[in-house]
């Protein structure tokens, strides 16, 4: 794949007539010209997911009817699984339509749409067509999901934490999940101490999308993980708290060792005090320790922009943690540009910047954006 070109123009009459050669070589009945032909006119000025639905599409018209006689050929046409963790956009992303023909039609035939699952989350993923089995058929799902924690294949145990994810990007939300993660919790317990970092990422993501609407369940899932755990459980931990410890979660910040924070807050300055969009915003402080002992401290800063209704929202911009001994003094220079950007519209008026150390605010400036 290269940088300069989008990914939905990878989904185009290339891969067409690469599917309906792969197809053919198993299948010679299978109709490359039409499968083609019906596909390259639509594509034009399509976006990925849209492009998606038309291959999928083709493939139910002119493969063999009924899903368990489709997937026959398709599983017959499939290459090499991965060799690597990872690669399944990089590597795998030309079995996206596949992918999407499970989710859309693979309910037909429950095992044979079990067993597509796990042949295409080897070459690709299956994070996205699970979610169907899961919401009409959501027992007899995690059953199966239960063994396939234990799977030797690192896909196949990623699609049991990715493919359950309460709030997977890009996907439908699991409602049944957000409303009670207990099932998907028992599956996490499982691979909480699995051989495989990709896998165990999976593990944190999924802990994170929970901690959402759960955060204390999280946090005591995450306090107990840390008891005693290993290095790479301690890791999963770390990451499954990163949005409550954003959002200073006392709770979360205690189980990292991150207790109040006792020190008093120096020669904050910021400026410029007048400030034209488009520059850097410049801030100093010097945070000194009143505490007898060594202290562990994450130190973040967070600028409250004014909305369109005139009141302001924060957002939290990390700036390190760092251990601090007794009477020590720490100081902290940050030059943090302000710039137009796609995901943020922005409005003239008193903005705030707020140092917040452990979750805490120890203090606070304004400064006034102009337009």
């Given amino acids: 794949m290269t940088e300069n070109k989008l990914f939905k123009d990878y989904f185009d009459a290339g891969l067409a007539q690469q599917m309906a050669g792969q197809i053919r070589a198993v299948h010679p009945q299978f109709p490359s010209d039409k499968f083609v032909s019906q596909i390259v006119p639509q594509l034009d000025g399509l976006e990925m997911k849209a492009r998606t639905v038309v291959f999928v599409q083709a493939l139910r018209d002119h493969l063999p009817a009924g899903f368990a006689n489709g997937w026959a050929v398709l599983d017959a046409a499939l290459g090499a699984e991965l060799t690597e963790e990872g690669g399944m956009f990089n590597d795998g992303w030309h079995y996206w339509p596949i992918a999407h023909f499970i989710e859309v039609y693979g309910l037909e035939d429950f095992d044979v749409g079990v067993h597509a699952m796990r042949e295409i989350t080897k070459r690709h993923t299956a994070e996205f067509a699970i979610r169907p089995f899961l919401i009409h058929h959501q027992e007899k799902m995690l059953e199966i999901l239960h063994g396939w924690a234990e799977d030797d294949n690192a896909h196949v145990r990623r699609l049991v934490s990715e493919g359950t994810r309460p709030r997977l990007p890009w996907a439908g939300r699991l409602y049944q999940f957000i409303e009670d993660p207990s099932p998907t919790l028992a599956l996490l317990e499982k691979l909480k101490d699995d051989p495989s970092e990709y896998v165990r990422r999976s593990v944190s993501n999924h802990l994170n999308d929970i901690a959402k609407d759960h955060p204390q369940l999280v946090v005591e899932t995450c306090r107990r993980w840390w008891q005693d755990g290993s290095a790479e459980r301690r890791w999963i931990v770390k990451r499954a708290l990163r949005t409550l410890v954003k959002e200073g979660d006392p709770d979360a910040l205690a189980v990292l060792g991150f207790g109040p924070p006792q020190i008093e807050l120096q020669d904050f300055s910021l400026s410029p005090q007048i400030f034209q969009l488009g520059g850097k915003l410049n801030l100093a402080f010097?945070?000194?320790?009143?505490?007898?002992?060594?202290?562990?401290?994450?130190?973040?800063?967070?600028i409250h922009f004014v909305k369109a209704n005139g009141k302001t929202s924060g957002k939290v911009f990390k700036l390190k943690t760092a251990v601090l001994?007794?009477?020590?003094?720490?100081?902290?220079?940050?030059?943090?540009?302000?710039?137009?950007?796609?995901?943020?519209?922005?409005?003239?008026?008193?903005?705030w910047v707020k140092i917040q150390v452990n979750g805490q605010i120890v203090g606070e400036r304004s400064f006034e954006l102009v337009i």
């Fill in 286 to 302: 010097t945070l000194c320790s009143t505490m007898d002992d060594e202290q562990n401290l994450v130190i973040d800063f967070v």
């Fill in 325 to 351: 001994s007794p009477n020590q003094s720490l100081t902290i220079q940050k030059s943090h540009p302000i710039r137009p950007i796609t995901t943020r519209k922005y409005y003239p008026g008193t903005h």
